[in-house]
């Protein structure tokens, strides 16, 4: 059975980066065609696809986010990390990984973590 689970700070000041962590077990994040990928969800709103690594390292960002984003791996830890810098209130929101298949669709999901950024 495939898990993920997001690690970090639940609370950020304003104009910090926030960085979160996901550990994969039950999958190499290295094997297969798959996208590892960071989801968001505001308070009230819907959820916000932010960015993927694929299984070969290729990185995608959301247009929207693309100048705030980082995301990276440590294939020795099986996992996949998020970096979102010049955080402001806005960036309030809970905060997933997932494993997205491709026609498979997000087969597999994280639990969420909450991220408050508030001075």
């Known amino acids: 059975q495939v898990q993920l689970q997001e690690s970090g700070p639940g609370l950020v000041k304003p104009s910090q980066t926030l960085s979160l962590t996901c550990t994969v077990s039950g999958d190499s994040i290295t094997t297969n065609y798959y996208y590892w990928t960071w989801i968001r969800q505001p308070p009230g709103k819907g959820l916000e696809w932010m960015g993927a690594?694929?299984?070969?390292?290729?990185?995608y960002y959301s247009p929207f986010l693309k100048s705030v984003t980082s995301i990276s791996r440590d294939t020795s830890k099986n996992q996949f990390t998020l970096q979102l810098s010049s955080v402001t209130p806005e960036d309030t929101a809970v905060y997933y990984c997932?494993?997205?298949?491709?026609?498979?669709?997000?087969?597999?999901w994280g639990q969420g973590t909450q991220v408050t950024v508030s001075s």
């Open positions: 997932a494993r997205d298949g491709g026609n498979a669709g997000f087969e597999f």
């Open positions: 690594i694929t299984s070969s390292g290729d990185v």
